[in-house]
């Protein structure tokens, strides 16, 4: 079993950026692929970007695609999701999530997730 614990998150004004990491612990983390998916209050939890277990490919949202990046450190067992020119429409709580899917897009696809952390986006 492996435990998420999601960590940056935070207010900041448009077009400005955070770094959101990811710390794994108790399984075998290098062996699953690592996604990142957001829950706006009243609104399902969407896909936003992946990486995969060696970290050799990402892919992205088209919403997010171009602004927000993702790498991990194996050795280290942590995933970051760096998100630039961030939008009011970014706000949300973003959460962590492995799979043994390879670059999963569905939530349901996911084994084990993090608590979440917000982002808040102001205009």
């Known amino acids: 079993q492996v435990q998420l614990v999601e960590s940056g998150g935070g207010l900041v004004q448009a077009g400005g950026s955070l770094r959101l990491s990811c710390a794994a612990s108790?399984?075998?983390?290098?062996?699953?692929?690592v996604g990142w998916f957001r829950q706006a209050p009243g609104q399902e939890r969407l896909f936003v970007g992946a990486?995969?277990?060696?970290?050799?490919?990402?892919y992205f949202a088209a919403s997010v695609k171009d602004r927000f990046a993702i790498s991990r450190d194996n050795a280290k067992n942590m995933v970051w999701l760096s998100m630039n020119s961030l939008k009011p429409e970014d706000t949300a709580v973003y959460y962590c999530?492995?799979?043994?899917?390879?670059?999963?897009?569905?939530?349901?696809?996911?084994?084990?997730w993090g608590q979440g952390t917000q982002v808040t986006v102001s205009s």
């Open positions: 999530g492995v799979t043994n899917y390879g670059l999963g897009t569905q939530s349901y696809q996911y084994d084990y």
């Open positions: 108790g399984g075998s983390f290098s062996t699953y692929a």
């Open positions: 990486i995969t277990d060696d970290g050799g490919k990402t």
